[in-house]
């Protein structure tokens, strides 16, 4: 019986990925927190976790394109150094999804639309989270200004004041399947008839559907409801 030797890709992504199995247990962390705190009504605390949810949202993101991209004998170390020479993260997973679709080799009429759709959806649930981001990283917690920390942003303070745990979970969900699609992309092969890619995007993109439609229906109000019909469990191991 032969022994399977990880490569050294195979080494580095695995690595890497302690990264992101550590901010996802920060995300149920983070996320239990708040719903105990929106149980007991206490808006101050749920405000204050839910910046720390937005700041995980977004930290998690860029660690899973990294994670991404060193898929082993998915991009090669050109490719990669395209993606990350980008320093605007948004950027980076548009570059990574057009060099995913290269990959594609039956490039035929779909595929700029299909590019168009994922660039859509990273547009929706990356760019202005990014700039929410950027306005909590940098301390305006409450109170947000213009880049030139002069004057009050009050288009930015809308923004931030109207985020919540239901949005930011939808965003998690989202960017989920957006990154099967790329991985479907990346693992498809001419031999295999690029099976990979047809059912990565198709599937995942109906659940992305399902998910907005499903959400859509969703209110804090619902989910505070449902927390206060739950029995409260507590945690009895010692601290």
């Given amino acids: 019986m032969m022994t399977h030797i990880p490569t050294s890709e195979q080494i580095f992504q695995s690595n890497f990925s302690s990264n992101v199995r550590m901010l996802n247990s920060a995300k149920i962390k983070i996320n239990r927190e708040i719903?105990?705190?929106?149980?007991?009504?206490?808006?101050?605390?749920?405000?204050?976790?839910?910046?720390?949810?937005?700041?995980?949202?977004?930290?998690?993101?860029?660690?899973?394109?990294?994670?991404?991209?060193?898929?082993?004998?998915?991009?090669?170390?050109?490719?990669?150094?395209?993606?990350?020479?980008?320093?605007?993260?948004?950027?980076?997973?548009?570059?990574?999804?057009?060099?995913?679709?290269?990959?594609?080799?039956?490039?035929?009429?779909?595929?700029?639309?299909?590019?168009?759709?994922?660039?859509?959806?990273?547009?929706?649930?990356?760019?202005?989270?990014?700039?929410?981001?950027?306005?909590?990283?940098?301390?305006?917690?409450?109170?947000?200004?213009?880049?030139?920390?002069?004057?009050?942003?009050?288009?930015a303070q809308a923004l931030v004041d109207c985020i919540d745990v239901m949005q930011i979970e939808t965003w998690f969900e989202i960017l989920k399947q957006i990154i099967d699609i790329v991985l479907g992309l990346v693992d498809s092969r001419e031999h295999n008839d690029h099976y990979a890619h047809y059912h990565f995007y198709f599937d995942k993109l109906t659940k992305v559907q399902s998910i907005i439609e499903e959400r859509r229906k969703w209110t804090l109000e619902d989910k505070v409801n449902r927390l206060k019909l739950k029995p409260i469990t507590f945690n009895n191991n010692p601290s």
């Fill in 35 to 155: 719903n105990r705190f929106l149980r007991k009504g206490d808006e101050s605390s749920v405000q204050i976790y839910t910046n720390l949810y937005l700041l995980i949202y977004s930290s998690w993101a860029e660690a899973s394109l990294v994670k991404l991209v060193h898929t082993p004998s998915g991009f090669s170390l050109d490719e990669k150094k395209e993606i990350f020479k980008d320093r605007d993260v948004l950027n980076r997973w548009k570059k990574c999804v057009n060099i995913a679709f290269s990959k594609y080799r039956k490039q035929g009429s779909e595929i700029p639309n299909k590019k168009k759709k994922i660039h859509k959806m990273l547009d929706d649930y990356l760019k202005s989270q990014g700039n929410i981001r950027n306005k909590i990283a940098h301390g305006q917690w409450s109170y947000t200004l213009h880049k030139n920390n002069i004057t009050y942003d009050g288009n």
